[in-house]
């Protein structure tokens, strides 16, 4: 059992609700007193993750876990899947439409920044069912090579 | 310097977020591709742009900068506004293209 376990609801197309799990999170780490790298490698991974269940998937269910030594972030949605997870993850590939490029997104970062600023991310993903992304904040780990 | 002190030495306007009018400012960053901002941009920085949606107020939340700047006269939307006013994100607007005012912030801060 973790010492604090939040669960948000993300609402699908609705890009003015994006980032409130996220923020809410965000706060609560900061007001726990994580240092702020931690805080916000956790704030931007958890942000991308919810701009993709509203772009890609109508939404999802966001589920965060806040330990002493781990902060550890669920996005489990029950979208379309990804096809080729690997193709995803490249930098620049995006399937996203062009009205979500109209709103500065759609770059094909979103995984990838979600990658680099976790400690640990797995993707799991069936076709037609949907897409879990499981990441892991260590704090005080080193931000290396970012 | 605080982002009010700024705002008023370059003839930036207001339109949205004066509770954070005190935050300060110790840098300045330049981008519209809001992941990418969202990635680079640090606490504490002038973040200028020309993209005035709500998400854009969701990343300078995110990244703790201490304002947003609109420039070129890019509209800020109704929704923007109200989470600007919500969260505290100081929103100005200007004539200026984001190069000049990335200069002019640059040599107040020299």
């Known amino acids: ?8 609801q993300v609402p699908g197309d609705d890009f003015t609700r994006a980032g409130e799990a996220s923020g809410d999170v965000k706060h609560k780490l900061k007001k726990l007193g994580y240092e702020p790298d931690a805080v916000r490698r956790v704030a931007i991974a958890m942000y991308e993750g919810e701009i993709n269940m ?7 269910e966001a589920v965060v876990d806040i330990d002493p030594d781990r902060v550890d972030i669920l996005l489990q949605d029950h979208g379309p899947g990804i096809a080729d997870v ?21 770059a094909g970062m979103g995984l990838p920044n979600m990658k680099k600023y976790t400690d640990e991310m797995t993707i799991d993903s069936v076709v037609g069912e949907g897409t879990a992304v499981r990441m892991t904040v260590f704090p ?4 290396e090579g970012r | 310097m605080t982002v009010k002190e700024m705002a008023e030495a370059l003839g930036w306007n207001l339109l949205a977020g004066e509770d954070g009018a005190d935050n300060q400012i110790d840098g300045c960053y330049v981008g519209d591709l809001l992941s990418w901002v969202m990635a680079r941009a640090q606490s504490g920085n002038v973040w200028i742009t020309v993209m ?12 703790d900068v201490s304002c947003i700047v609109l420039t070129e006269n890019a509209a800020l939307d109704q929704d923007a506004a109200k989470k600007a006013e919500m ?7 200007c004539a200026a293209n984001s190069y000049d005012t990335a200069v002019q912030v640059y040599e107040r801060l020299k």
């Open chain 1, 86 to 106: 690997d193709q995803a993850m490249q930098a620049g590939w995006s399937t996203a439409p062009d009205n979500v490029r109209a709103l500065g997104f759609g």
């Open chain 1, 54 to 60: 509203v772009i890609h998937a109508g939404g999802g």
């Open chain 1, 140 to 143: 005080g780990r080193k931000e």
């Open chain 2, 52 to 63: 005035g949606n709500v998400n854009a107020i969701a990343v300078a939340t995110l990244t």
């Open chain 1, 1 to 8: 059992m973790s010492m604090l376990h939040l669960t948000y």
């Open chain 2, 87 to 93: 969260q505290g994100i100081p929103v100005y607007g």
